[in-house]
């Protein structure tokens, strides 16, 4: 079974530019989670999909950050415009339905740095 | 509110025991974690013990849990050079992980 998928694995953009990212869960697991880790800091969780709708998105820091989930299948986040205080790594983990609690499957996460 | 609290890092030499200790603030949590970063990788699941349990033992690993101070210990008996990694201890909230900030573990050979 293949992993939890996401690219690119660095990206390095400029102030005020903006980024995607991508994350392709587990086939066949209905909830995806996004979550962020800032500078060495905790890793904080953004939001939560079930399939295609967003259950849960109180942990989204602003509205320059978007994320979808079309179709129910892979995920994208956008972060338009980006600012310094986005640099960190961003994580995508994938759980079957009712499963949450053994724990996700995590992605190798992607790393951004803004400059 | 919610935190989760470690210390930042812990240095042990190869052989040596390593304990890892954790703090958490919502008793309601069923599940407290245990993840893993090695360098360049994501976080992977070592364990996880449900709120009744007091004890958890697999292999190498063990974790202790005391619900009445919430606190949540890892302990790796016989620490080699590969568990050198970011140990994150999370504890589960509505739905979502809640993470600490992570515990660099070093061992030296």
């Known amino acids: 079974e293949a992993g939890v998928t996401q690219f690119p694995s660095h990206s390095v953009i400029e102030k005020g530019q903006t980024v995607t990212l991508r994350c392709d869960p587990i086939?066949?697991?209905?909830?995806l989670y996004w979550y962020r880790r800032v500078m060495g800091k905790e890793i904080k969780f953004l939001l939560h999909f079930v399939k295609e709708s967003k259950q849960d998105e109180s942990g989204m820091p602003n509205n320059r950050f978007l994320a979808e989930r079309t179709g129910g299948t892979y995920s994208t986040l956008k972060v338009q415009p980006a600012e310094l205080e986005d640099s960190g790594v961003y994580f995508c983990?994938?759980?079957?339905?009712?499963?949450?609690?053994?724990?996700?499957?995590f992605g190798s996460g992607t790393r951004l740095t803004v400059v | 509110g919610e935190d989760v609290e470690q210390s930042l890092f812990l240095s042990v030499r190869e052989g040596d025991s390593s304990v890892i200790n954790c703090t958490y603030t919502?008793?309601?949590?069923?599940?407290l974690y245990w993840y893993k970063q090695e360098p360049g990788a994501g976080l992977q699941l070592l364990t996880y013990?449900?709120?009744?349990?007091d004890m958890k033992q697999d292999q190498r690993l063990t974790v202790l849990l005391n619900k009445k101070d919430k606190h949540l210990s890892l302990r790796i008996a016989d620490t080699q050079t590969g568990d050198s990694a970011i140990y994150f201890c999370?504890?589960?909230?509505?739905?979502?992980?809640?993470f600490g900030q992570g515990t660099t573990l070093q061992v030296k050979p």
């Open positions: 919502d008793s309601s949590s069923t599940y």
């Open positions: 086939s066949g697991h209905d909830n």
């Open positions: 999370a504890e589960s909230m509505a739905g979502k992980l809640i």
């Open positions: 013990i449900f709120s009744n349990m």
């Open positions: 983990a994938s759980s079957h339905e009712g499963q949450g609690y053994y724990g996700y499957t």
